[in-house]
T-cell receptor
């Protein structure tokens, strides 16, 4: 069966550019999480959806970060006016119960 | 102080060795504990959940010490293929969203 997929896998952006990262969770998974992983660090929580409801966005680092999941399936993480410190791997995970299944991530490099 | 802390290593061990990693957490209300494995440039994959009574899966043993607020992972008879980064993760506490709080990860390099 298909796992979590993310696109694009790699994204290079110029500073100040807006980017949109997509996550396709496992079909039927109610919970969806976004994490940010900097080089040499563990993933850090950004935001959580239960179906289409964004129940926790406490990890979003600034108001330049915005996430949505309008139909309770696919989710998009948008970063406006990207900065160099936004360079990281953005991981999406989905869950039906205890275990979270991670996608391959999008590696964002901001020049 | 980070909520979940690990020694980043690297741990360099010969094949066949036994190696142990510890991870400490600061939130005493944490409810669930996990070890994830992450290969270079890949996503984290669940290795095992950690239960209060301790649990074993083949060469891997995980233990939880609630009183001292740490979890451990023991790998026996290590293989070259065990080389990876091992992330501990904690869930629960005051937040009930199910988000995971990860440690920095411990790098293991098994050498022939």
């Amino acid at each position: 069966g298909a796992g979590v997929s993310q696109s694009p896998r790699y994204k290079v952006a110029k500073r100040g550019q807006d980017v949109a990262l997509r996550c396709d969770p496992i079909s039927g998974h109610v919970s969806l999480f976004w994490y940010q992983q900097a080089l040499g660090q563990g993933p850090e929580f950004l935001t959580y959806f239960q179906n289409e409801a964004q129940l926790d966005k406490s990890g979003l680092p600034s108001d330049r970060f915005f996430a949505e999941r309008p139909e309770g399936s696919v989710s998009t993480l948008k970063i406006q006016r990207t900065q160099q410190e936004d360079s990281a791997v953005y991981l999406c995970a989905s869950s039906l119960g205890t275990e979270q299944f991670f996608g391959p991530g999008t590696r964002l490099t901001v020049l | 102080r980070k909520e979940v802390e690990q020694d980043p290593g690297p741990f360099n061990v010969p094949e066949g060795a036994t190696v142990a990693f510890n991870c400490t957490y600061s939130n005493s209300a944490s409810q669930s504990f996990f070890w994830y494995r992450q290969d270079c440039r890949k996503e984290p994959k669940l290795l095992m959940s950690v239960y209060s009574s301790g649990n074993e899966d083949g060469r891997f043993t995980a233990q939880l010490n609630r009183a001292s607020q740490y979890i451990s992972l023991l790998i026996r008879d290590s293989k070259l293929s065990d080389s990876a980064t091992y992330l501990c993760a904690v869930k629960g506490g005051s937040s009930n969203t199910g988000k995971l709080i990860f440690g920095q990860g411990t790098t293991l390099q098994v050498k022939p």
